[in-house]
């Protein structure tokens, strides 16, 4: 019988992540235990890696806040137990998160797949899927007609310009190089500025005057958050949800605060979430479920073994427009099988 796992273990923040065998976790009440499939690497992986992302994960820890997988225990509760053998998209904030050959989750953080759907591709459903449905729902509440967004050409901003626009939101979408203008075209993008042009500023201006844009959700923080909240009009709120820059926002203007009324609040997924009701959460789990293999689908870029974590971790950092880097757990005995098959089919011919 199996007593140990493979999995990715993280020391302390911002020390090296390693792959070792650890103890089977036992999931409490509430939770269940699942054998995972597939897990992404995501942006705040990568900030939780480094001790720049807030988690109640204490350390040692396994990391990964999200995967897919199959429920096979449950801690208690009848939640858990409707679950049990069931194949789920997960979400993971405890010590054992998605980076290991078994995970637990709250029984309320799990997505029933279904039959439609691979594990690879259900993985990706709730870090980003999530969070685009969650802001459409404040650029609604807002009542803009278009929103702002730096960092478009990440998964989470091909996804925004596909959901935003079936829903009658414009996206102007911020990028840093124009070989990222054909990829947000195919999806559908028809605004995009380069913030490296020395007109940017002053085109951006023109369009959000034209759109009437008043939400800005920022994915980078540092001094072009300010500098995009500026040219914003008055009563216009920036929403920080992340900080690819590795700096603290910047250059924003008293003047806006204090007499044009705009504001620059942060934007955190988990937090979100809090303030619904469990229906609400409901009915955007099952939103969320019914959009995944179209507008909120995830392109994947490569798959590793849990073994090549670390390489899989570097190519994911210098190529994260590509798309996800995902980490199974069963890669090389496929790698293996298949080779095994080829073999045997070179020796009869």
């Known amino acids: 019988m199996q007593i140990s796992m493979r999995a990715v273990v993280l020391e302390g923040p911002g020390q090296e ?18 054998k995972v499939d597939s897990a992404p690497i995501n942006p705040s992986d990568i900030a939780f890696l480094h001790g720049a992302y807030s988690s109640g994960k204490q350390f040692p820890c396994v990391p990964g806040f999200e995967g897919s997988g199959t429920v096979i225990a449950n801690g208690g509760g009848i939640m858990g137990w409707r679950l049990v053998g069931k194949r789920v998209a997960f979400y993971s904030q405890s010590q054992f998160g998605t980076y290991g050959e078994y995970s637990v989750a709250d029984a309320l953080g799990c997505l029933e797949l279904e039959n439609d759907i691979t594990l690879q591709e259900a993985c990706c459903s709730f870090v980003n899927p ?3 449905i969650s802001m459409l729902e404040v650029a609604k509440e807002h009542k803009t007609q278009a929103v702002v967004h730096t960092a478009a050409a990440s998964q989470l901003g091909r996804m925004m310009v596909r959901h935003f626009q079936a829903n009658g939101v414009r ?15 195919k999806e559908g993008a028809d605004i995009i500025l380069n913030s490296s042009d020395s007109d940017f500023l002053e085109k951006l201006k023109n369009v959000i005057q034209t759109l009437r844009a008043t939400v800005f959700f920022d994915a980078l923080g540092g001094e072009l958050t300010g500098k995009i909240l500026e ?28 007499f044009k009324d ?7 997924l988990t937090q979100y979430l809090k303030t619904k009701n469990i229906i609400s959460q409901a009915l955007l789990l099952n939103q969320l479920k019914g959009l995944l293999k179209t507008n909120l689908k995830t392109i994947v870029a490569k798959t590793v073994d849990v073994s090549e974590f670390k390489e899989g971790l570097e190519f994911y950092k210098k190529n994260m427009s590509e798309g996800k880097v995902l980490i199974r757990f069963d890669q090389k005995q496929q790698q293996q099988q298949q080779q095994q098959q080829q073999q045997l089919q070179d020796k009869q011919q």
Request: aromatic share 6%.
């Open 17 to 34: 992540a390693v792959v070792k065998e650890i103890p089977i976790p036992t999931p409490q009440s509430g939770q269940v235990l699942i």
């Open 231 to 258: 040219v914003m009009p008055s009563h216009s709120t920036c929403y920080v949800y992340g900080g690819l820059s590795l700096k603290p926002v910047g250059n924003v203007s008293i003047m806006d605060l204090i």
């Open 171 to 185: 996206v102007i979408n911020i990028i840093r190089r124009d070989a990222q203008v054909e990829m947000l075209k």
């Open 130 to 132: 999530l969070t685009v």
């Open 262 to 268: 705009k504001k620059v609040v942060g934007f955190w």
